[in-house]
């Protein structure tokens, strides 16, 4: 199965995406855990200049994300789910919908469009959204990079747009309360995720 994980900066993503790599280990299966923007060698440069580079037009970010996207998956994600392994990603086109789509105004079916050309119409088959108050959120996150640092309106309207988004895609989309301790959390996305398969 292919699952990404979705949320606000400071959601808890990136744990929670380890933690379901360790659960399905633990059960025998082959799984590839990665990440974007990144998960591979052009998509970490890219990363590079989304989050430290220059300011940059709304479209050329999106389509830098996108680009990223392209590469890994042909070069790991549909590798993978080939030879039968699960995916596990720590964001996906989700995330482009949410910030580039909604968050900077492009629209979510230009920016869905975009995307299904780069993964050539791979989607995964449950996206766990991970969901927490915007103040916890940024509270949790810091500011690290250059997204990061767009201030309170813009994570407001990440958060509105992610809510959107499962109420547009609700079967492939599983919302999660992400206000717990990560062990309890993680129980709950695994269960989620077999009351599906
Ligand atoms: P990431 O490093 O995953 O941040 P975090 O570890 O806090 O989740 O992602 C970096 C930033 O990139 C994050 O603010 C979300 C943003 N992003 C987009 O705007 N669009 C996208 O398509 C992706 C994948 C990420």
Same mark, same amino acid.
């Given at each position: 199965?292919?699952?990404s994980f979705e ?6 993503k990136s744990t929670q995406a380890e ?14 855990l990665t990440r974007e923007?990144g998960g591979?060698? &052009? ?10 580079? !220059? ?5 050329? /970010? ?11 998956? /042909?070069?790991? =994600?549909? !590798? ?8 596990v990603c720590d964001r996906f086109?989700?995330s482009? &919908? ?15 469009? &975009? ?6 119409? &791979?989607? !995964?088959?449950?996206?766990?959204? +991970? ?33 959107? +988004? ?15 301790? !990560?062990?309890? =959390? ?12």
């Open positions: 199965m292919f699952v949320g606000a900066d400071g959601s808890g933690l379901l790599r360790a659960a399905l280990a633990a059960e025998g299966r082959e799984v590839v923007p591979t060698e &052009l998509g970490e440069r890219i990363r590079a200049l989304l989050l430290d580079g !220059p300011e940059m037009s709304s479209w050329a /970010e999106a389509a830098l994300f996108a680009a990223s996207r392209a590469q890994h998956v /042909e070069q790991v =994600i549909r !590798p993978a789910l080939e030879r039968g392994a699960d995916v086109v989700d482009s &919908l949410a910030y580039q789509g909604i968050g900077r105004g492009l629209g979510v079916d230009e920016v869905l469009e &975009l995307n299904l050309h780069a993964t050539r119409g &791979l989607l !995964p088959d449950t996206t766990v959204l +991970l969901l927490l108050d915007a103040e916890t959120a940024a509270a949790r996150a810091g500011e690290s990079d250059r997204l990061e640092r767009q201030g309170d309106d813009f994570r407001q309207s990440v958060d509105a747009a992610y809510r959107e +988004l499962a109420e547009r895609f609700p079967d492939r989309i599983v919302t999660i309360d992400a206000t717990g301790v !990560p062990e309890t =959390i993680a129980r709950e996305v695994r269960e989620r995720l077999r009351d599906r398969s």
